[in-house]
């Protein structure tokens, strides 16, 4: 079975808590990533099992993407960054919004 070195998963990590959290689903997203934790090694297993569908709807290896899933502290790694970057992400936001109240004062 395919295996993923700890920079690869750190790298995976990083691109897709970015993605999540650029498209503005990072409530949701660890809310169904926490869901799902306990079916992580289930799902491994089916992404093996379909995937040239996988492969063809997601950029993403599929072997990747099922070792990534076979692990669940590499899920509760991805919920971890996930929630630090939207807290960074609405940080910036509360505090832009804060620098527009005073320069209009």
């Not at 700890?6 to 790298?11: H, N, S």
């Not at 999540?20 to 992404?47: C, M, S, Y």
């Not at 970057?85 to 910036?92: E, I």
Request: glycine share 6%; no cysteine; aromatic share 4%.
């Amino acid at each position: 079975m395919f295996e993923l070195s700890e920079a690869r998963r750190d790298e995976l990590i990083e691109l897709w808590a970015a993605r999540i959290v650029d498209r503005g689903l990072g409530t949701a997203a660890v809310f169904l990533l926490e869901a799902h934790k306990p079916l992580a090694g289930l799902g491994a297993h089916a992404v093996l099992g379909f995937r040239p569908i996988v492969e063809a709807l997601l950029p993403v290896n599929a072997g990747e993407l099922a070792a990534f899933l076979r692990d669940p502290d590499n899920i509760e790694r991805l919920v971890l960054r996930v929630e630090e970057l939207d807290r960074h992400r609405r940080d910036r936001r509360e505090n832009g919004a804060n620098a527009d109240d005073e320069a209009e004062t």
